[in-house]
């Protein structure tokens, strides 16, 4: 008996011919697989890191842009009903 209850995987010739391997040993090591998941993990994160840089900078200025038109839409807004007000006054 062992902590933990290990499995023991076992490799099929099929297995070994779907990835064009002769035999076992042609497999990367554990050590190269970790190595390699740790720099695409590192590159993964330093492209999200910097992808979500260039979409805060770019809506950082559409919001710039969205607050001008709403500007703009509130003095067309207030331009209407004083000239009808003015309207009404005259008649």
Do not use: C, M, W
């Amino acid at each position: 008996d062992v902590p933990g209850r290990p499995a023991l995987y076992a490799t099929t010739k099929t297995f070994l011919d779907d990835l064009g391997l002769r035999t076992l040993q042609e497999l990367p090591a554990l050590d190269e697989i970790v190595h390699n998941l740790e720099i695409e993990t590192t590159q993964a994160t330093q492209a999200q890191s910097e992808s979500l840089a260039g979409q805060t900078e770019g809506s950082a200025g559409r919001k710039d842009d969205s607050t001008a038109d709403g500007d703009a839409g509130a003095t067309a807004d207030n331009k209407g009903p004083e000239s009808t007000g003015a309207e009404a006054s005259s008649v």
